[in-house]
């Protein structure tokens, strides 16, 4: 069976420091994979996803960025946090039900807090 | 307009009851949507899929979707309090190429089950 592993589970870092969060998925290959943030009280969303090793496309400029070293690996990284960065960031990846369709698991994610 | 909506609640209902919530979408191209259940702290939880209109029921959920209406519904029989969560819609907003999709979520509902 698959599983996606996220770590930290959680983070405390200062304003300017810089981030790298991991997620790596297990029995799968070649799985899309994502990465989403949910700020306090807010809904989720997406900041990148990947189709193949070293394929990123972000959805929304801002201070952070994510690379796919290798098949099963994703990381989210920044230079310099911002306070704005805390949230809860989720890593996920996209499972084939059939030909067409896919659905989409979530990993138990990483508590950021920006001080 | 925004892509997904969702009232915010929180939804109470006791024990027992049918819990019903719902969701609206922008995209008329969306052909499937998924619903999350979301515990406090925790990471969201794939709970339903549906691809096709009408009904579709798993255990106690049932999801309805409506394309001509641009609507769907999750609704929760006997509701316990273990049902009290958050629970996010969330319909695809764009195929990726070699397969999977991009999805875009509502805020989610608050769903409160009272003894």
């Known amino acids: 069976s698959q599983t996606i592993h996220q770590w930290p589970a959680t983070l405390v870092q200062p304003v300017g420091s810089p981030l790298s969060l991991e997620c790596t998925v297990e029995g799968t290959s070649n799985p899309n994979l994502y990465w989403y943030r949910q700020a306090a009280g807010r809904g989720l969303q997406l900041l990148f996803y990947s189709v193949g090793i070293g394929q990123i496309s972000s959805e929304v400029p801002q201070n952070l960025s994510a690379s796919r070293p290798q098949d099963r690996q994703f990381i989210l990284s920044s230079k310099k946090l911002l306070l704005s960065d805390s949230g809860f960031y989720l890593c996920a990846w996209n499972a084939p039900i059939t030909g067409i369709m896919y659905e989409q698991y979530f990993g138990p994610g990483t508590r950021l807090t920006v001080t | 307009q925004k892509e997904v909506e969702q009232n915010s609640g929180p939804l109470s209902v006791p024990e027992g009851a049918i819990a019903s919530l719902n969701c609206t979408y922008s995209?008329?191209?969306?052909?499937?949507f998924f619903w999350y259940r979301q515990y406090s702290g925790k990471s969201p939880e794939l709970i339903m899929s549906i691809y096709s209109n009408g009904d579709k029921e798993d255990g106690r959920f049932t999801a309805q979707l409506n394309k001509a209406s641009q609507y769907v519904s999750l609704l929760i029989r006997d509701s316990q309090p273990s049902d009290s969560a958050t629970y996010l819609c969330?319909?695809?907003?764009?195929?990726?190429?070699?397969?999977?999709?991009?999805?875009?979520f509502g805020t989610g509902t608050q769903l409160k089950v009272e003894l």
């Open positions: 969330a319909p695809p907003v764009g195929a990726l190429t070699g397969g999977g999709n991009k999805l875009t």
């Open positions: 995209d008329r191209g969306s052909q499937s």
